[in-house]
Nanobody
Framework: QVQLAESGGGLVQAGASLRLSCVAS????????MAWFRQAPGKEREFVAV????????SYADSVKGRFTITRDNAQNTQYLQMNSLKPEDTAVYYC????????????????????WGHGTQVTVSS
């Protein structure tokens, strides 16, 4: 069974940087778009960023555009989210997920397009 595992979260001050990692085990997602979502307390899970299966296309939520960068290393079965200039409103649990369909760019901003999901990593940004 393929599993995703996030790491790299933590507690930082506003303006700092973090890099999240997501490793796939038990299989591969080489042909799947991979995404990051986040969920803050009391709020719904929201789209953060997505990268296509070959890394050629990316898309970002407006709230993180210009500050966050999504990349992937297919040789390592890993995707990354580099987060710079962090703000208190970035505080959330961050989840990585793999698109359900291979070679698909359908509904990439919708959580319903993704399965499986990782268990999440907490990011807390203090002011």
């Amino acid at each position: 069974q393929v599993q995703l595992a996030e790491s790299g979260g933590g507690l930082v001050q506003a303006g700092a940087s973090l890099r999240l990692s997501c490793v796939a085990s038990g299989g591969t997602f080489l042909n799947h778009a991979m995404a990051w979502f986040r969920q803050a307390p009391g709020k719904e899970r929201e789209f953060v960023a997505v990268i296509s299966w070959n890394g050629g296309s990316t898309s970002y939520a407006d709230s993180v555009k210009g500050r966050f960068t999504i990349t992937r290393d297919n040789a390592q079965n890993t995707q990354y989210l580099q987060m710079n200039s962090l703000k208190p409103e970035d505080t959330a649990v961050y989840y990585c997920a793999a698109h359900r369909s291979i070679w698909s760019w359908d509904n990439v901003r919708s959580s319903y397009a993704y399965d499986p999901w990782g268990h999440g990593t907490q990011v807390t940004v203090s002011s």
